[in-house]
């Protein structure tokens, strides 16, 4: 099993920009795929992208161009740059590795002026 933690939520403007991270529990972090996602109250929770073991991305429509995951397998650390920020993208946003099918505790992302 994993355990996930996020961190990095909090308050911005539109427009700006934000970075999240999710560190993993598990030292051979490096082999599995990663996933974020998000999700508004009373709404299914969403697919933001994913990045795989060799670190190929893909990413949901809503957010392509303005986001970029990455990780760090030496930190056992996946992260989410969220760059032009809208109020749409407000939500709380959690990573998921598959594999396991284990979430993070989630981290709010808030964006108003």
């Known amino acids: 099993q994993v355990q996930l933690v996020e961190s990095g939520g909090g308050l911005v403007q539109p427009g700006g920009s934000l970075r999240l991270s999710c560190a993993a529990s598990r030292g051979d972090f490096s082999i599995y795929t990663m996933e974020w996602y998000r999700q508004v109250a009373g709404k299914p929770r969403e697919l933001v992208g994913r990045?795989?073991?060799?670190?190929?991305?893909n990413y949901a429509d809503s957010v392509k161009g303005r986001f970029t995951i990455s990780r760090d397998n030496a930190k056992s650390t996946m992260y989410l740059q969220m760059s032009s920020l809208k109020p749409e993208d407000t939500a709380i946003y959690y990573c998921?590795?598959?594999?396991?099918?284990?979430w993070g505790q989630g981290t709010q992302v808030t964006v108003s002026s």
């Open positions: 990045i795989t073991s060799g670190g190929s991305t």
């Open positions: 998921r590795m598959p594999y396991f099918g284990s």
